[in-house]
């Protein structure tokens, strides 16, 4: 068993001019099949004026991780970096990073999206925005 940060956004396309995107880190404790522990989760919303770059999506990232109180590194799909290669995206963070390997790496970024998705659908509600 090992602990991973699951990293997945929602939101990349315009609404109002903006874009309105979600970011849920979750701190899980997984085995190579599935997940053991979920320790943590932090959700943080963001507000871009033009659309999101590697630079941007990295940084979004980052301020929703260093709110998890528990080591481990960071995982995300390749689309979620534009399907940059691994070594120039794991240049770029401040903590280790990798893209997801594992059935237990996949089940935690599809939590990390469920937890990402509902969440801006609801804030987008609660604000009556329209997507």
Same mark, same amino acid.
């Given at each position: ?48 004026? /033009?659309?999101? #770059? $590697?630079?941007?999506? &990295? ?9 998890? !109180?528990? %080591? ?34 996949? /089940?935690?970024? #599809? $939590?990390?999206?469920? &937890? ?9 509600? !609660?604000? %009556?925005?329209?997507?």
């Amino acid at each position: 068993m090992y602990n991973i940060i699951a990293v997945d956004i929602s939101g990349r396309h315009k609404i109002n001019d903006r874009y309105y995107m979600v970011c849920a880190a979750v701190s899980v404790s997984i085995t190579a099949e599935h997940i053991e522990r979920v320790n943590q989760v932090k959700i943080k919303p963001f507000w871009l004026d /033009s659309a999101p #770059e $590697l630079t941007d999506i &990295i940084q979004v990232i980052e301020d929703t991780a260093k709110e998890i !109180e528990f %080591g481990g590194t960071i995982i995300t799909e390749h689309g979620e970096m534009y399907n940059q290669p691994e070594r120039v995206v794991a240049s770029m963070f401040s903590r280790e990073f990798k893209y997801q390997e594992s059935l237990g790496d996949r /089940s935690s970024i #599809e $939590l990390a999206h469920h &937890i990402s998705l509902c969440t801006r659908n609801l804030l987008l509600s !609660e604000l %009556g925005i329209e997507s």
